[in-house]
């Protein structure tokens, strides 16, 4: 009979897995439906403007909007969709969890900061941080640790 540690430590990884991956599917998404809507300068000066006029908006933003996002608005349109993107597809596959996690919430607090809040958002973050407090267990099923173990495999088989 197992004790609760024991279920405890079977559960972490397959729940934080699961959790890295849900974000990762939640970051493709949003890569995804940017790049089917196009997605582009106009948004990113849309911000800008927006910016400048609400004032739920922070002052650094407004400044930051003001001096990078209107100077390189086209940049800025092809690289959301892109990042997002692959921190959706970093995550989905377990590589660098933990540096991924942290992208992912300091991604979600630039967009709460240019007041572009959307439902799935908070979501977002519970599981960002929640994979930054518990890295290892939820990078246990991931590409880089089945790799690493198919290779120690082969150590062992060739005897090298």
Same mark, same amino acid.
Request: glycine share 6%.
């Given at each position: 009979?197992? +004790? #609760?540690?024991?279920?405890?430590?079977?559960?972490?990884?397959? +729940?934080?897995?699961?959790? =890295?991956?849900? %974000?990762?599917?939640?970051?493709? #998404?949003?890569?995804?439906?940017?790049?089917?809507? #196009?997605?582009?300068?106009?948004? @990113?000066?849309? @911000? $800008?403007?927006?910016?400048?006029?609400? !004032?739920?908006?922070?002052?650094?933003? +407004?400044?930051?909007?003001?001096?990078?996002?209107?100077?390189?608005?086209? %940049?800025?349109?092809?690289?959301?969709?892109?990042?997002?993107?692959?921190?959706? $597809?970093?995550?989905?596959?377990?590589? %660098?969890?933990?540096?991924? $996690?942290?992208?992912?919430?300091? !991604?979600?607090? !630039?967009?709460?900061?240019?007041?572009?809040?959307? +439902?799935?958002?908070?979501?977002?973050?519970?599981?960002? $941080?929640?994979?930054?407090?518990?890295?290892?267990?939820?990078?246990?099923?991931?590409?880089? =640790?089945?790799? #690493?173990?198919?290779?120690? !495999?082969?150590?062992?088989?060739?005897?090298?």
């Amino acid at each position: 009979m197992r +004790t #609760h540690a024991e279920w405890i430590a079977r559960a972490a990884p397959i +729940t934080l897995g699961a959790a =890295r991956v849900v %974000l990762g599917v939640l970051w493709l #998404h949003e890569g995804i439906f940017k790049y089917s809507a #196009h997605f582009g300068r106009a948004d @990113i000066l849309l @911000i $800008a403007h927006s910016a400048q006029t609400n !004032t739920r908006v922070p002052q650094y933003f +407004t400044v930051f909007s003001d001096n990078v996002l209107r100077a390189w608005p086209g %940049l800025f349109g092809v690289a959301v969709p892109l990042v997002e993107v692959a921190l959706g $597809a970093v995550l989905v596959l377990g590589l %660098l969890p933990q540096p991924a $996690a942290i992208i992912s919430l300091l !991604t979600l607090l !630039t967009y709460w900061s240019s007041d572009q809040l959307i +439902t799935q958002y908070p979501v977002m973050a519970v599981l960002s $941080a929640i994979i930054i407090a518990f890295p290892a267990p939820s990078g246990h099923y991931s590409i880089a =640790r089945f790799r #690493h173990a198919r290779a120690a !495999t082969n150590v062992v088989r060739d005897g090298r």
